[in-house]
């Protein structure tokens, strides 16, 4: 299991998951992104996207996979945030980041999102990160480019015929694809 990164400034606590925590996983996402609760923060798709955005079995096949994670964000004892990371041949992949919407824009996306990259770093040895965004979600993808994390210039569809992704209200959704370098943390956490 890797090690976590400690947080001893504030009072979030971060873990690995198992399968005791799917249930919990799958709410606080679909708080996060799908539903009239969700638009009490800044990351939900419920204007665009109807339907779920997981389900059990997604989150219990991702979980099952090797070189596959879930990081778990807790205040006090309730789940904050979660984040799927996992190992390809070339990079690691950012998936299925969510923050309860009364929680957002406090710190702890960037937080989380500072745990996925050190785990992939000292996990996996992971020198690249991969996300992909929906393209009309500017105000994320800013948020995301001033993590470091830059355009690639390429797009894949919408799964417009996979409702267990959720349900689209309009037709020009895409996916951009965008790229962060860890090689620069490497160096510094193996000297520092």
Same mark, same amino acid.
């Given at each position: ?19 005791? /925590?799917?249930?919990?996983i ?19 798709e ?20 090797? /070189? ?66 929906i ?8 948020w995301?480019r ?24 309009? /037709? ?6 965008y790229?962060?370098?860890?090689n620069?943390?490497?160096n ?5």
């Amino acid at each position: 299991m890797s090690k976590l990164l400690k947080n001893e400034s504030t009072s979030f606590n971060f873990r690995l998951a198992d399968q005791n /925590d799917i249930n919990d996983i799958v709410a606080l996402v679909e708080l996060a992104y799908r539903g009239e609760k969700s638009k009490q923060g800044w990351t939900t798709e419920a204007e665009f996207i109807d339907g779920q955005r997981t389900d059990f079995d997604e989150v219990s096949q991702l979980m099952q996979k090797t /070189d596959s994670v879930f990081i778990l964000c807790y205040q006090q004892q309730e789940l904050v945030a979660s984040v799927q990371i996992s190992k390809s041949t070339d990079y690691c992949y950012l998936g299925m980041f969510a923050v309860n919407p009364q929680r957002q824009s406090s710190g702890i996306g960037g937080l989380l999102l500072e745990q996925a990259e050190h785990h992939a770093r000292q996990q996996w040895t992971c020198h690249l990160m991969r996300m992909v965004v929906i393209s009309i979600r500017q105000e994320l993808i800013d948020w995301y480019r001033r993590k470091g994390y830059q355009p690639t210039g390429k797009t894949k569809p919408f799964p417009y015929h996979e409702p267990r992704f959720g349900l689209p209200k309009r /037709d020009d959704l895409t996916l951009e694809i965008y790229e962060k370098k860890l090689n620069e943390k490497v160096n510094e956490e193996k000297t520092g």
